[in-house]
């Protein structure tokens, strides 16, 4: 969890965040509940499931109970965009999307939204299972050889290590959306999760 003042109580590879946040301008006072929860291949769950509570600052009575997933998928995307857009080589032009699930697509549409890339590739574990429409919405609005090439990657984080072709290597103990930026002569990193 992002916010000040989150806190996650951890049931061995499961999660249930609670991220509570003031804002004096918006004069909004909420909550969001996340439960992330280790998915094996037999669950049909979102791994992150979220709800977002808005109360009334003056009171205290809650006012409305939001789905919390859109803003999740978006928001996460949108601040890997911001550092993206201080970050990123000028001359970047291939996209490298780790991981093709939740956080891959939005990172997608915003990327290819904001950003003029030229190419897009992709990685995941496996073709197969609950993920294959993410795949699919990677990949349909791009002409089809410029289909994300497969590589083998994880989504986990941790130092980038060179590896052949330029493409960066993330180790096991690495986690949450990455986005890669090599360039001829190197690999840049450009953004990741602040988790
Ligand atoms: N900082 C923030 O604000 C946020 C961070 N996150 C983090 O972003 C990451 C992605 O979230 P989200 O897209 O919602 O998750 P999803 O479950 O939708 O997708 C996870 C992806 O990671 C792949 N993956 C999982 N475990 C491994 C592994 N051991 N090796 C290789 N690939 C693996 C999955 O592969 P496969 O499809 O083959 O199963 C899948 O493609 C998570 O770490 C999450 O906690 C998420 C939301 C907010
Ligand atoms: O919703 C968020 O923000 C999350 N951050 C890190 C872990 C999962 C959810």
Redesign the pocket.
Known sequence: P?APGSRATTLSARFLGVMPAYSAADDALTTKLVT?YE?RGDSAA???QATVLLFDPRCGSLRAVLDGSVI??K??AA?SAIATKLLMPRSAEVLCIL??????RSHYEIFMELFPFTEVRGT???LL?A?RA?VRGLTSRLPKEKLPHACHT???RTQPQRKQNGWPSFGRES???ICAFPRRSGCGIAAS???
Not at 99 to 104: I, K, L, M, S
């Open positions: 992002t992330f998915r979102p791994s992150h999740t998928a928001r996460t601040v991981g093709a699930g939740v956080q891959a995941r574990r496996s299972g993920d993410a994880t989504v986990k986690r949450g959306p999760s602040a988790r």
